[in-house]
């Protein structure tokens, strides 16, 4: 391939070299459905409504490998650990998975060996539109690696699965992992992912989560992202609720990958459920990140919650747009977004748009966003007491984050997750 | 100030300690705040073991007084000198001018959700520790040092670790001062209106623990506007500040007349003065 050819070209020469070699007729077509949805309209650009504040342009110009060479990770077995935590220990290295993991109740396959499995097929790319998101598409058509993980009905694990996605990007390399969560009736799992990055090189990642969250399951995820700034992350998570169950989504954004895109949908297809979703971006230099959420309640009796929280610096930037759909049968629905925003530098912007869409009458719904700065009232309190400009800015972002990661229930990860935080202020202001 | 015999041999160093005796001198301070002159020229002299108590009617700029003090950025010192242990205090930041042991206890202490009173507490501590090269206190020592003050002023533990003022009735607000006054043991002490907003027990607790702090190496400046106060903080000064100068000065008993006749008469020589 040279470097005159596009990103779009490759896909498609990509596609049409792989085509007749997907085995089974379902995953056939649902890899030639998907691929004919990204062909027909391409990466999305600022023209599309959902893609206004984020040109992606820029980030697809890079001359990456679709397929990169194999490299040793080996001696990266302890990258990207968080200290203390205890947890079920998964690397998938280059989106591969290299060994057996054993977790009572709970099956983890690589989608390698998954797709032969008849059983796949009804969760599979069932609920994405591919049509509306164009990355999801390309992920669906074209997706190699990733993992399985299926908690048996009633599982539950004695502590969280913690995966690691390792790359190393000896060359600038374009990357499509896919995960897919079945949560069974009354199962209850717990699953941290987090990413680490070494060789240099620039690297794309598109990645698509499916999960369904069955009777009466209960799904926590946390997101960690952290990267170096050559990164590029673009994350399409689906997620299916079924009745009584809960899902709690837990998104923590550091200042390193310029481009992060996050996309995460929500279908309330039972009755009386809970869901909570908890946001939080640190940015900083020219990075640009952007959250968009859509939860959609479909049946009576559900709960959704959401908080989004920004802490924005240098000349960085952000986008938020939350929507809420209610459909006619949702009656009893309620429904709450919060985004509020910190800027911490008159060069950093944000785009916040929250949106309601209500069909059923009997309804609680609210939603709101916020735009500040430091309070300079408390600011100058903590200094009158021997608090220096850094230790106080610090005190400060984390306390306007506190109720972002309070919420975070494994005290390894809230507190790996606030030694992010002061550790960049740190730099920041010192 | 009681004076003891001194030693031939001891003299010259009095001597120097003597000097260090004047903590706080301020010489013909003015200040403004968007435009508009607050402090006019303001004198007062506070040498370590003093209690002064500066009174005056409301608007006066005793707060202003108090910020300017502290470092507050809102306001822009026009004129005059204030030095502080023999350095100059308005070449400090805000948070040097704390480290070097002025404490400002707020008339209204400000709500900072998500910021726990306790961790507040050991930032300061640790903050004004590495400024005089001394090693963070260990976590044992801290949490003995809380619980010493905490008795001392009647602090209620609860509160300690709840996040810093956050839903405190007012009260509660202004005994949090007073616990971190007690925490940080300052040089020099200024109480803005501690005394309002605070019961009659809590104004006694507060005094008793004033006074417990009280030494001949620290000072402390209490504004208010009761003569209550004064009969458990008893000062050595009391000061009249009105319309950003200070226009009387006397010894207790100047705060037992105010409270019989008011300020009018104190204004008055200052009116036709300007006439
Ligand atoms: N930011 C500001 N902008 C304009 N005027 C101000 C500002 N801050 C204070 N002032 C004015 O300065 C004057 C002095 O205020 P200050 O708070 O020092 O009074 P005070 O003597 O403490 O009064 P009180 O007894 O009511 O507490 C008042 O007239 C007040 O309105
Ligand atoms: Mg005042």
Redesign the pocket.
């Known amino acids: 391939m040279t470097t005159t050819t596009s990103l779009y070209d490759q896909f498609t020469a990509l596609y049409n070299e792989r085509k007749g070699l997907n085995g089974n007729d379902w995953l056939q077509n649902l890899r030639r459905e998907a691929f004919e949805a990204f062909k027909a309209k391409g990466f999305p650009t600022t023209k599309h409504e959902e893609w206004r504040f984020t040109n992606v342009a820029p980030f697809l110009k890079e001359d990456y490998s679709l397929a990169p060479a194999a490299a040793s990770l080996h001696e990266h077995k302890n990258a990207g650990t968080i200290p203390g935590l205890d947890a079920y220990e998964i690397v998938l290295k280059n989106g591969l998975l290299n060994e057996d993991i054993n977790i009572p109740g709970i099956k983890i396959t690589p989608f390698r060996s998954a797709v032969k499995e008849p059983a796949i097929r009804q969760y599979l790319g069932k609920h994405i539109e591919v049509q509306k998101n164009g990355f999801a598409a390309l992920n669906t058509a074209l997706f190699e690696n990733g993992i399985v993980i299926e908690a048996a009905q009633n599982a539950a694990t004695d502590k969280p699965i913690h995966i690691t996605h390792v790359y190393n990007a000896q060359e600038p390399f374009f990357v499509q992992p896919r995960i897919l969560i079945i949560a069974n009736r009354s199962s209850r799992i717990e699953i941290i992912e987090s990413i680490f990055i070494k060789g240099g090189q620039p690297l794309f990642v598109n990645t698509v989560t499916e999960c369904y969250v069955a009777e009466n399951a209960r799904v926590d995820q946390y997101h960690l992202q952290t990267t170096p700034d050559n990164a590029h992350l673009v994350n399409f998570t689906q997620v299916e609720q079924k009745a009584d169950s809960l899902y709690n989504n837990f998104i923590y954004t550091l200042p390193g990958a310029t481009l992060v895109r996050n996309n995460l949908h929500l279908n309330l297809d039972g009755s009386n459920t809970e869901s909570h979703l908890y946001g939080l971006y640190l940015t900083g230099g020219s990075q640009l990140v952007d959250n968009h959420t859509l939860v959609n309640h479909m049946k009576p009796h559900c709960l959704s919650n959401e908080l989004y929280k920004g802490v924005l610096m240098d000349q960085s930037r952000a986008v938020f747009n939350g929507k809420i759909f209610v459909q006619q049968d949702a009656q009893k629905t309620n429904a709450f977004q919060q985004n509020n925003n910190m800027l911490l530098s008159d060069k950093a912007v944000v785009d916040s748009k929250p949106q309601l869409e209500i069909f059923a009458d009997d309804v609680k719904c609210s939603h709101g966003s916020t735009v500040g700065s430091f309070n300079n009232e408390a600011l100058f309190y903590l200094k009158a007491r021997g608090i220096g400009e850094t230790a106080a800015r610090n005190l400060l972002v984390n306390a306007f984050a506190f109720d972002v990661t309070n919420k975070i229930q494994i005290p390894a990860v809230r507190e790996y997750v606030e030694k992010l935080i002061a550790h960049k202020m740190a730099e920041t202001y010192d | 100030m009681q004076r003891n015999k001194i030693p031939f041999a001891d003299l010259y160093i009095k001597e120097k300690k003597h000097r260090k005796e004047d903590m706080l001198s301020i010489k013909n301070l003015q200040a403004k705040?968007?435009d508009?002159q607050?402090l006019k020229g303001i004198d007062l002299q506070v040498n370590a073991g003093e209690i002064h108590a500066i009174m005056?009617?409301?608007?006066?700029?005793?707060?202003?007084?108090?910020?300017v003090l502290a470092g507050r950025e809102?306001?822009e010192v026009t004129g005059g000198q204030v030095t502080f242990d023999g350095k100059d205090l308005l070449e400090l930041s805000p948070e040097d001018r704390a480290r070097e042991g002025l404490f400002l206890a707020f008339?209204y202490p400000i709500e900072i959700p998500g910021v726990s009173n306790i961790n507040f507490l050991r930032t300061a501590l640790n903050e004004i520790r590495a400024y005089r090269n001394e090693p963070p206190l260990e976590a044992k020592e801290f949490l003995r040092l809380t619980r010493e003050k905490q008795k001392l002023v009647e602090f209620d533990a609860k509160l300690a670790n709840r996040s810093l003022n956050e839903g405190f009735s007012g009260g509660e607000k202004k005994r949090n001062e007073i616990f971190q006054l007690a925490m940080l043991e300052p040089k020099l002490a200024i109480l803005?209106?501690t005394d309002s907003g605070l019961d009659i027990d809590a104004l006694r607790v507060v005094s008793n623990g004033v006074n417990k702090l009280r030494s001949n190496k620290n000072a402390f400046i209490v504004?208010t506007?009761y003569q209550r106060l004064l009969d458990y903080i008893v000062p050595d000064f009391v000061h009249v500040?009105y319309d950003?100068r200070i226009v009387k000065s006397g010894t207790k008993e100047l705060a037992l007349e105010l409270e019989e006749r008011g300020y009018d008469w104190i204004k008055e020589p200052v009116t036709s003065e300007s006439v």
């Open positions: 705040v968007e508009k607050i005056g009617p409301n608007g006066s700029g005793k707060s202003s007084l108090a910020s809102s306001y008339q803005d209106e504004i506007h500040l950003g």
